[in-house]
């Protein structure tokens, strides 16, 4: 028996306003949406029910942003990677994401690193990666 990752939640304050800024970074959509949670889902996710336990295990993965009334106070346990494609313009998405709110993080990070360090508009830090074929 296995699960099955189902959701990544997030700490918001604003949750409305977290989930469509993820949802748009992401470029997937918002599934539920009411005052206690958001969730969003990549595009291609089925919103039916799914019967076989082979296909609920090939399922992707969604953000869930829940309300809390604290502010974040360190630095993540856990965050989001993300990658453009080789294709992509890699530093022209991270300029993309800061004109939308994200900033950029010092986490301790060396300088020669392939990656950068961004956070959030709620302070939440993520990475984006080196472009990626795979």
Same mark, same amino acid.
């Given at each position: 028996?296995?699960?099955?990752?189902?959701?990544?939640?997030?700490?918001? *304050?604003?949750?409305?306003? !977290?989930?469509? =800024?993820?949802?748009?970074?992401?470029? $997937? *959509?918002?599934?539920?949406?009411? !005052?206690?949670?958001?969730?969003?889902?990549?595009? *291609?996710?089925?919103?039916?029910?799914?019967?076989?336990?082979?296909? $609920? !295990? @090939?399922?992707?993965?969604?953000?869930?942003?829940?309300?809390?009334?604290?502010?974040?106070?360190?630095?993540?346990?856990?965050?989001?990677?993300?990658?453009?494609? #080789?294709?992509?313009?890699?530093?022209?998405?991270?300029?993309?994401?800061?004109? @939308?709110?994200? #900033?950029?993080?010092?986490?301790? !990070?060396?300088?020669?690193? #392939? =990656?950068?360090?961004?956070?959030?508009?709620?302070?939440?830090?993520?990475?984006?990666?080196?472009? @990626?074929? @795979?």
């Amino acid at each position: 028996m296995s699960l099955r990752l189902y959701t990544v939640v997030v700490d918001s *304050h604003d949750i409305a306003s !977290q989930a469509r =800024w993820w949802a748009e970074t992401l470029d $997937w *959509h918002i599934v539920y949406e009411d !005052q206690d949670e958001v969730a969003v889902v990549p595009r *291609h996710a089925s919103t039916d029910p799914v019967t076989s336990g082979e296909e $609920w !295990q @090939r399922q992707p993965q969604g953000l869930v942003f829940v309300p809390v009334p604290e502010d974040k106070q360190v630095k993540n346990r856990l965050h989001l990677d993300l990658a453009p494609h #080789t294709s992509q313009d890699r530093d022209a998405e991270i300029e993309g994401l800061i004109q @939308r709110g994200a #900033t950029r993080v010092d986490v301790g !990070q060396d300088d020669d690193v #392939t =990656w950068t360090v961004l956070a959030d508009p709620e302070g939440n830090e993520f990475c984006v990666l080196s472009s @990626r074929d @795979r």
